[in-house]
């Protein structure tokens, strides 16, 4: 398989990581293209059996094959164009997320997929697909939660803002021109891949919606700065079975409160509790055992060489190979991501709003 990563920076090297951990490809080139010549040098240094070009447009200008591979890792600014750029020349598109800047350019990206036959597929992908994932898909499915009405998903940290405490040297994560917005476009993609793998909503409203920026004493004066820094929602998730389920959703990357993360189904025989990320392994199910609550508690640890940064490179390979893969593409990378997209919008105008997700758009 060819890929041609665009970004040589710190995520394009990551995925480079992920490629070498394909072992079961007879053949794996790989392209890289940046217009910084330090980051490319850097990259090459790193990863001596890449092919690097200061251009785009010229590394992907040889007669694609079937099966390669372009992985946009660029801020998001750049997300559409270049994945765009990729779709166009014939090529599979990985792109980090957020998948874009707006609802409208997801729809384009879409439509760019369908008209060549090619997949446009979101790293959202990371967390979905871990152990304990499955093992909380293995409890909605058996039944054991009975009817689902309830979701919490909460994760409110004090102080870790993209390009204020996290990562400080890369600004544009607050300039929402350049970011597309605040704490909801950096860690929302990941939240919205794992709730609607689990639910598979077929219709999500967005009933209200809220965003706000938290201020410091050490918030930077030298910069555009206009991003959120804490979301909350109320979504009615509308599932496949016709029945309705309601989900809090809280995000917080600056907070004066309390900080502290909370993720829980709730049904009518059982409620399961578990964290999507790094904190634990553990998942909590509790039910009722002769008018008592009982828990049962499991420990669902990653096993192997492959982490969740190698997640998307590996679903993604697999997907194009029509194998199957927890892969988000497509119609679901366009539906997850405009989950986003719709609480932004209920936030700025004070109504719902509605999405339908496509069943036939969902699939190559």
Request: charged share 25%.
């Amino acid at each position: 398989m060819r890929f041609y990563i665009i970004g040589a920076g710190f995520i394009g090297r990551t995925h480079a990581e992920a490629i070498r951990k394909l072992t079961d490809e007879q053949e794996i080139v790989i392209k890289v293209a940046d217009p910084n010549p330090a980051a490319l040098n850097s990259f090459t240094e790193r990863f001596p059996e890449a092919i690097p070009y200061a251009d785009v447009r010229t590394m992907l200008a040889e007669e694609a094959r079937e099966d390669d591979i372009v992985i946009v890792g660029t801020p998001p600014v750049t997300h559409f164009e270049l994945s765009l750029l990729a779709l166009e020349s014939g090529r599979h598109a990985l792109c980090e997320k957020p998948l874009v800047m707006s609802a409208e350019e997801s729809e384009k990206l879409l439509e760019a997929a369908r008209r060549n036959d090619r997949l446009i597929g979101c790293c959202s992908s990371r967390f979905v697909g871990l152990p304990k994932q499955h093992a909380v898909k293995r409890y909605i499915e058996s039944g054991a939660l009975g009817d689902i009405y309830k979701v919490n998903f909460v994760y409110r940290g004090q102080r870790s803002r993209p390009g204020v405490e996290y990562q400080p040297e890369s600004k544009w994560f607050l300039d929402r021109a350049k970011s597309g917005g605040g704490i909801l476009m950096d860690w929302g993609p990941y939240d919205f891949s794992v709730l609607n793998d689990l639910l598979k909503p077929a219709q999500v409203e967005v009933m209200a919606a809220w965003t706000s920026k938290p201020v410091t004493e050490i918030d930077p004066a030298d910069t555009v700065y206009d991003v959120e820094g804490h979301v909350g929602a109320m979504l009615k998730y509308g599932l496949e079975n016709g029945k309705s389920v309601w989900v809090h959703y809280e995000r917080a990357s600056c907070t004066h409160g309390e900080a502290y993360h909370h993720v829980e189904i709730e049904g009518t025989l059982g409620a399961v509790k578990w964290s999507p990320y790094f904190e634990s392994d553990q998942v909590l199910f509790k039910s009722d055992r002769e008018g008592e609550v009982v828990t049962a508690e499991s420990t669902c640890a990653p096993d192997g060489p492959i982490d969740v940064m190698d997640h998307p490179v590996h679903y993604f390979c697999r997907k194009v190979k029509g194998l199957e893969s927890e892969a988000v593409v497509n119609g679901q990378a366009v539906f997850n991501f405009q989950c986003l997209q719709a609480i932004y919008a209920c936030a700025e105008t004070g109504t719902s709003q509605t999405l339908y997700r496509d069943r036939e758009k969902s699939n190559r």
